[in-house]
């Protein structure tokens, strides 16, 4: 199996807002690592696709509103191919299989790490993994739930540091 990120930084917003752009080889190698060792039937696949939107304030707020109905902009939205019920359930046989889609603005990241006094690099990786685990079904609608998916996604920043 193969993993690609497809990439939407038109705007060059990452730079805009002082954020160090990821070493997406390192992250491809990374989640793809990942996926093998978690949903082991995915890499009976040739190709998994994840697709990364980096957009302005406005935009995700649209997106906010949409589909959460939430006036407000956020950090992250993610939208999975395959959850059902709150689980993971990708197709088998396929041999290209995308996951969905992981919309980040760095405006609300920069934001939220200023208000905190954190590394605004960190906090947008971060917010990567934190999307990547939503496309696989992973949720924090409860403390229990929250406090798994929190210490997930920064195992899997470590794992990510730890290539680049």
Not at 71 to 93: A, I, K, N
């Amino acid at each position: 199996m193969k993993l690609a990120v497809q990439i939407d930084d038109e705007e060059n917003l990452l730079e805009g807002f002082g954020i160090s752009s990821p070493d997406y080889d390192a992250l491809e190698e990374t989640w793809q690592s990942y996926l093998e060792e978690k949903a082991p039937d995915l890499a009976l696949s040739g190709m998994v696709c994840v697709s990364l939107k980096i957009c302005s304030a406005e935009t995700i707020k649209d997106l906010n509103r949409r589909y959460r109905f939430l006036d407000e902009p956020t950090d992250v939205l993610s939208f999975p191919m395959w959850e059902q019920g709150g689980e993971f359930s990708p197709p088998r046989g396929w041999s290209e299989i995308p996951l969905g889609d992981i919309v980040i603005c760095p405006e609300v990241v920069k934001l939220s790490s200023d208000a905190e006094s954190r590394d605004v690099s960190y906090d947008f990786l971060l917010m990567l993994m934190h999307g990547f685990l939503h496309l696989l079904a992973w949720d924090h609608d409860t403390e229990e739930k929250e406090s798994a998916m929190f210490s997930e996604q920064e195992n899997l920043l470590r794992r990510y540091l730890q290539k680049v």
